[in-house]
């Protein structure tokens, strides 16, 4: 590459410099040395909460405006919000019931298994960012709170991610429409087991991988998540499946993508 | 203050860029920022239109790069080394040519384009996880689009006169 300028020369010589450090850094992140994971830690928190701070006038801006919104809404409209929360209240309560409804056939049909507790964790969601390799979630709750680099993140007692990267008090998760997200799960009465995994071309489908081979489904079959070497808990909804005929079918997430303030964390104790 | 503001307009313009891209804003259901990445071409086009412009010695460009990692969660150095190709065919682009001809110069941020996704692409698979081909080509193609929108929308006052 040419430069002509003594100027430039000097250009040149920041840009090798920066890249050899770039790429220093990325080998060294990428090793998960544990001295360098605290420096990590320190600075993903740092950048984390100052960017929160720097957002907060603008998020508090939009809350004003939201709120001054509200007050000129008439009775009935607030009334409707009041319904949505209600519904979504009975959604929760359904799905909690499905769940264990799910956990508790387990429980019949194998016997003598251990039985996991897990510990929850209320978390807010503090940021969500978006690039082209994935959508991530960014929470206020890190490895000071026992989360885990795999636990699973949920929201009305429906899965929606799991925690990818951990830092001292903030955490990044990734969604399970994510093409690098594997969860192992149980379809249906009939228990099969597979790997659901992100739809590349869609985020109301996922993919499922290493399906025993013979299967049959019914429309409607839940999914929910299997516990192997404690990755998950038992029991939680994933989705359900959607057949069009009998070779036609495909599952779709039960989450809501507008709904994520605040989400649970189920921390697993590996 | 403003000539303050002026001289470091590029950087100041990258950082909001950065913070301001966890902004929900969605078209067709996508956030923005899978469509184009903003970040590139405001390097390239800061430093094209000034080629004194080197974004406090490259220090300035190297500390956003590490935010904006940080925010994604990506490794840290990663988006260090797409930001640094964007910024070496910009200054080289800068240092040959003689007066500004735009198509010249948006087919050099075409070429950088394909540098840093080929960086990016190996960096990603190298960390073991999965990229989609068609969400680069997407971002991509919208970047090479944005440039000109960004060389039409952005003063040349502003775009001259970084000098950080």
Same mark, same amino acid.
Not at chain 2, 18 to 28: F, K, P, R, T
Not at chain 2, 48 to 74: A, C, R
Not at chain 2, 135 to 158: A, R
């Given at each position: 590459?040419?430069?002509?300028?003594?100027?430039?020369?000097?250009?040149?010589?920041?840009?090798?410099?920066?890249?050899?450090?770039?790429?220093?850094?990325?080998?060294?992140?990428? /090793?998960?040395?544990?001295?360098?994971?605290?420096?990590?830690?320190?600075?993903?928190?740092?950048?984390?909460?100052?960017?929160?701070?720097?957002? /907060?006038?603008?998020?508090?801006?939009?809350?004003?405006?939201?709120?001054?919104?509200? @007050?000129?809404?008439?009775?009935?409209?607030?009334?409707?919000?009041?319904?949505?929360?209600?519904?979504?209240?009975?959604?929760?309560?359904?799905?909690?019931?499905?769940?264990?409804?799910?956990?508790?056939?387990?429980?019949?049909?194998?016997?003598?298994?251990?039985?996991?507790?897990?510990?929850?964790?209320?978390?807010?969601?503090?940021?969500?960012?978006?690039?082209?390799?994935?959508?991530?979630?960014?929470?206020?709750?890190?490895?000071?709170?026992?989360?885990?680099?795999?636990?699973?993140?949920?929201?009305?007692?429906?899965?929606?991610?799991?925690?990818?990267?951990?830092?001292?008090?903030?955490?990044?998760?990734?969604?399970?429409?994510?093409?690098?997200?594997?969860?192992?799960?149980?379809?249906?009465?009939?228990?099969?087991?597979?790997?659901?995994?992100?739809?590349?071309?869609?985020?109301?489908?996922?993919?499922?991988?290493?399906?025993?081979?013979?299967?049959?489904?019914?429309?409607?079959?839940?999914?929910?998540?299997?516990?192997?070497?404690?990755?998950?808990?038992?029991?939680?909804?994933?989705?359900?499946?959607?057949?069009?005929?009998?070779?036609?079918?495909?599952?779709?997430?039960?989450?809501? @993508?507008?709904?994520?303030?605040?989400?649970?964390?189920?921390?697993?104790?590996? | 203050?403003?000539?303050?503001?002026?001289?470091?307009?590029?950087?100041?313009?990258?950082?909001?860029?950065?913070?301001?891209?966890?902004?929900?804003?969605?078209?067709?259901?996508? #956030?923005?920022?899978?469509?184009?990445? *903003?970040?590139?071409?405001?390097?390239?086009?800061?430093?094209?239109?000034?080629?004194?412009?080197?974004?406090?010695?490259?220090?300035?460009?190297?500390?956003? #790069?590490?935010?904006?990692?940080?925010?994604?969660?990506?490794?840290?150095?990663?988006?260090?080394?797409?930001?640094?190709?964007?910024?070496?065919?910009?200054?080289?682009?800068?240092? =040959?040519?003689?007066?500004?001809?735009?198509?010249?110069?948006?087919?050099?941020?075409?070429?950088?384009?394909?540098?840093?996704?080929?960086?990016?692409?190996?960096?990603?698979?190298? #960390?073991?996880?999965?990229? =989609?081909?068609?969400?680069?080509? =997407?971002?991509?193609?919208?970047?090479?689009?944005?440039?000109?929108? *960004?060389?039409?929308?952005?003063?040349?006052?502003?775009?001259?006169?970084?000098?950080?």
């Amino acid at each position: 590459m040419k430069f002509t300028s003594s100027e430039n020369v000097d250009v040149k010589k920041n840009v090798i410099i920066f890249i050899i450090i770039a790429l220093i850094l990325f080998f060294v992140d990428r /090793s998960e040395n544990k001295y360098f994971k605290i420096i990590r830690f320190s600075i993903n928190d740092a950048i984390i909460y100052s960017t929160v701070i720097v957002k /907060s006038p603008f998020n508090f801006a939009i809350k004003i405006s939201n709120s001054i919104t509200n @007050f000129f809404q008439s009775k009935n409209t607030i009334n409707q919000n009041e319904i949505i929360e209600l519904k979504n209240e009975i959604n929760k309560i359904k799905n909690e019931n499905i769940s264990l409804r799910l956990q508790l056939d387990n429980f019949k049909k194998i016997i003598n298994e251990e039985n996991y507790q897990f510990q929850t964790i209320r978390t807010k969601v503090l940021m969500y960012k978006s690039n082209i390799l994935q959508e991530t979630i960014i929470i206020n709750k890190g490895e000071k709170d026992g989360v885990n680099v795999g636990d699973p993140l949920i929201k009305n007692n429906v899965l929606v991610g799991k925690v990818i990267k951990t830092n001292f008090k903030s955490s990044h998760g990734i969604l399970i429409t994510n093409i690098n997200s594997r969860v192992p799960v149980k379809i249906g009465d009939k228990s099969y087991r597979a790997i659901v995994v992100g739809n590349p071309n869609t985020e109301k489908r996922l993919n499922l991988e290493f399906l025993p081979k013979e299967f049959s489904f019914n429309d409607g079959d839940y999914i929910y998540t299997t516990n192997i070497n404690n990755i998950m808990p038992e029991g939680i909804l994933v989705g359900r499946m959607i057949l069009k005929d009998k070779n036609n079918f495909f599952a779709s997430p039960l989450y809501d @993508f507008n709904q994520m303030d605040y989400l649970t964390i189920i921390t697993m104790k590996r | 203050m403003f000539t303050f503001f002026k001289k470091y307009i590029a950087s100041i313009f990258l950082l909001v860029s950065v913070i301001a891209g966890s902004v929900n804003i969605d078209i067709l259901n996508k #956030s923005i920022s899978y469509y184009f990445n *903003l970040q590139l071409i405001l390097i390239y086009l800061f430093k094209i239109s000034n080629p004194s412009l080197n974004f406090g010695k490259g220090v300035y460009l190297f500390l956003i #790069s590490i935010i904006n990692d940080s925010l994604n969660g990506l490794f840290f150095g990663t988006s260090a080394i797409l930001y640094f190709i964007v910024f070496a065919v910009a200054a080289f682009q800068s240092t =040959i040519k003689l007066r500004s001809i735009f198509i010249s110069e948006w087919f050099s941020f075409g070429l950088s384009l394909i540098l840093a996704y080929l960086a990016y692409y190996a960096l990603i698979s190298f #960390s073991g996880k999965d990229l =989609i081909f068609l969400n680069i080509f =997407i971002n991509f193609s919208f970047t090479l689009i944005g440039y000109p929108l *960004l060389w039409f929308i952005i003063p040349k006052s502003y775009l001259n006169n970084a000098i950080r």
